[in-house]
């Protein structure tokens, strides 16, 4: 009896694909990401360390929290103007672009793996068979004596062989193996997102620190030229004194003494202006000198330009807004999240690799010897079907993948934690470092208004006689050492609040 083979029935078929879609709605292998709620104090005061005048003061309820720092408070446009460069041209910041784009297309990479696979094939190959090869053993079985040389040199003449068809395949996710591979894909895109808003935001941070560092040298040459202007002044009265035999030569030595420390200053006061110009100049990635025209500020003695320092301003308050707000703003920790988010889902893809794998394919095409009969329907040829791939035995490689994912899962949990606890240590760090430049600035400011009142009473003794012009030298310079003071005090307090805004983070504002 002739056995037939017939194709597989359609019913048969559809039951099997049913089951399979069946199975591919379960659950997925592996742990499922639970978002880590942060610790967090009740107060911003509650968590700090060190005297509790530098805490965080408490925010009235009517306050507006710093939910989004803005750089525009600092009323700078040159800042904003720089910020703004260093954003789009910063090379360390393209760097973390192109690592966002790279996990996006790793993203649809696994994505993909959720679709059937169709693919096309085509060929014409020019063939000859060996007379001698393994095919003659079925001749010599079949074929009698007389005839095998004639039947070898037949099958043994060129032939030309042409085929086309295409091959389609779909491997049901049974076991969640591509939907845990999407997931993780998904937070490795998450976390390169953050970490372009973490490179974006310290950017913009490091141009505020270093320009505001930038205009406190240059106001503290401005203040040096005066300075010096008035030891110069000094010096001409006491040169006077002294020849008219009123005072010894002593005074007038240590007067210019005092005038050579001075003038010292101005080329270091010079090379930290440079140097600030060119950190800047790197950060918005520029050549050196391109922010000259920009930047630079001539030395000159107008008064205005001096009074001009932001030793004067008034000062903002500090509302910090919600402490469990904090781990929404900072960047850092939500690339850490993400990062856990990824370990979590790789112990499932590694969980689904120890189970069987089913892919349902199909192919159809035509192959025909020569091409004369190349696309009848007699030489169509198809399979369809599905195939099993089953571990058996691997010396455990699969099950310590799983192990090794798992430790991996632990140690990102670990850094998160790691990265929320720095977190909190440098908004109380920043606020205590506000908080105490700001009480120095305060003082400071009572010294320059007392040292005013001390040069207005210096002026009016002069104008009526009382004493000569060197009691009003002399207290000009008091108050020129006290701005410089003030003048340094507010630098540092800009400093100050831009590492509060840095702490804080940018608020989940981002430039894509």
Known sequence: MRVVHSPPRPRALAWVSGAALLLAGCAAAGPDHVAPQPQAPTRWSDWHG???????????????????ADWSAFDD?????????????????QSAALRFAQARVQQAMAAAQRNPQLAARAGVSQQRQSEVGSGTRLIDAIAPAQNRDTIIQVLSDPFTLYQAGFDASWEPDLWGRVRRAVEAAQASSDAARASVRQMQWS???EVARTYFQLRTVQQQRLLAHADIALNRDALALLRAKVGGGLLDDSALVRQRQQLAGLEARIPQLLAQEAQAIDQLTLLVGARPGALN?????????DAAAIDAAPADRRWPDLALGVPSELAHRRPDIAAAEARLHAATAQIGIATADLYPRITLGASFGLESVGAQRFGEWGSRQWTVGPSLSLPIFDQGRRRSTVTLRQLEQQEAAVAYQQTVLKAWHEVDAAVSGYMAERQRQQRLAKQVADSRDDLALAQAKYRHGVTDALPE???QRALLQARRDAIDS?????????????ALGDGGATRD
């Open 50 to 68: 060190g005297d509790a005048t530098l805490a965080a003061p408490e925010a009235s309820p009517d306050a507006q929290g710093l939910a989004r």
């Open 77 to 93: 446009p040159t800042l904003l103007r720089l910020q703004a460069m260093a954003v789009d041209a910063n090379q360390d910041i």
């Open 203 to 205: 950017i913009a941070a």
């Open 293 to 301: 025209g920009e930047l630079t500020m001539h030395a000159t003695a």
């Open 473 to 475: 030298l002399d207290a």
């Open 490 to 502: 507010a630098g540092q307090l800009q400093v100050a609040l831009v590492a509060v805004y840095k």
